[in-house]
């Protein structure tokens, strides 16, 4: 069984505060694009998970806890072959592991004959990471809570996007760009809460695209000043920060802006992407793509 496992933007992301379980209070708004990993997902004597990119073979790779935790929700043995071909940037802020957990648990729903509905699901995802409740839909949601409480919000389906993914890398990310933000930096959400009354209204332009991450990313991650600046200098306006970065984003956009920013772009700097985004998807036909 092949899966097709998407990315994600955050148009926003804003941060309320740090919650008494030690997480951050968030509301941000993602939305899937059609950059994606394919998964493919087997009956095995044993589970195993591989991965085109080594260092994310074995146990630390989130599909092989994804496989884990189904299995012992369903009280059986995780006999399963998961391999994983990347092509999201790892690292970009753009939810791949996320995105790769969630297809685990569609497809083994799948090749297990389970018929879990996929708000069940969504309670196993939550227990992997935030964001990966929202995988199992897709489209455009906003996320609050740690990031695990999701509504659904109308997806512009096929709008293009330019997407910059630096060459840089930071160790254990997530927990030290979070580590980096100050209560100065913290918002009430209502530049999000703006953003999702503009999409109910069908408006999806960038005017309240923000990212809580842009007040600590360009301090953490070396090159990013360098190519915000280079493509801000070939399209006149200014990308946004995904996640926590350091992946930057125009939406809307063009292919002629994309070509624009790829000519200008060294390569041993960053590399751009031009996708599209995606609309959210129903119970029976989730976002993520099975063929069998």
Not at 181 to 210: A, E, K, N
Request: hydrophobic share 40%; aromatic share 6%.
């Amino acid at each position: 069984m092949l899966v097709s496992a998407f990315a994600k933007l955050n148009l926003s992301l804003e941060i309320l505060g740090k919650r008494s379980d030690g997480y951050h209070e968030v509301r941000t708004v993602m939305q899937t694009v059609d950059l994606c990993d394919e998964v493919e997902v087997l009956p095995a004597s044993q589970l195993t998970v591989t991965c085109d990119s080594p260092e994310l073979d074995g146990e630390s790779n989130l599909a092989w806890k994804a496989a884990l935790n189904l299995a012992r929700h369903c009280g059986r043995l995780p006999l399963a072959s998961v391999s994983i071909r990347k092509h999201i940037p790892v690292g970009m802020g753009l939810g791949g592991g996320s995105s790769d957990a969630a297809a685990v648990l569609v497809a083994l729903n799948r090749l297990w004959k389970l018929a879990l509905p996929l708000s069940e699901l969504a309670e196993i995802g939550e227990g992997l990471g935030s964001d990966v409740p929202f995988f199992l839909w897709g489209g455009a949601a906003v996320a609050s809570g740690r990031g695990e409480i999701i509504e659904p919000l109308p997806a512009k389906s096929g709008a293009a996007v330019t997407l910059i993914c630096p060459n840089a890398s930071l160790e254990a990310k997530t927990s030290r760009m979070y580590s980096r933000l100050m209560p100065y930096h913290y918002s009430d959400g209502g530049v999000t809460l703006r953003l999702v009354q503009d999409m109910i209204g069908g408006y999806y332009g960038d005017g309240l695209f923000t990212n809580a991450f842009e007040n600590v990313a360009f301090a953490e991650f070396d090159s990013l000043t360098k190519v915000f600046n280079v493509v801000e200098s070939a399209c006149g306006r200014k990308p946004h920060l995904t996640g926590a970065g350091p992946g930057l984003f125009l939406l809307p956009s063009s292919r002629e802006e994309h070509s624009r920013i790829s000519e200008a772009l060294p390569p041993d700097l960053a590399r751009a992407y031009f996708v599209r985004t995606l609309g959210r998807h129903s119970e029976t036909n989730p976002a993520i793509r099975l063929e069998a």
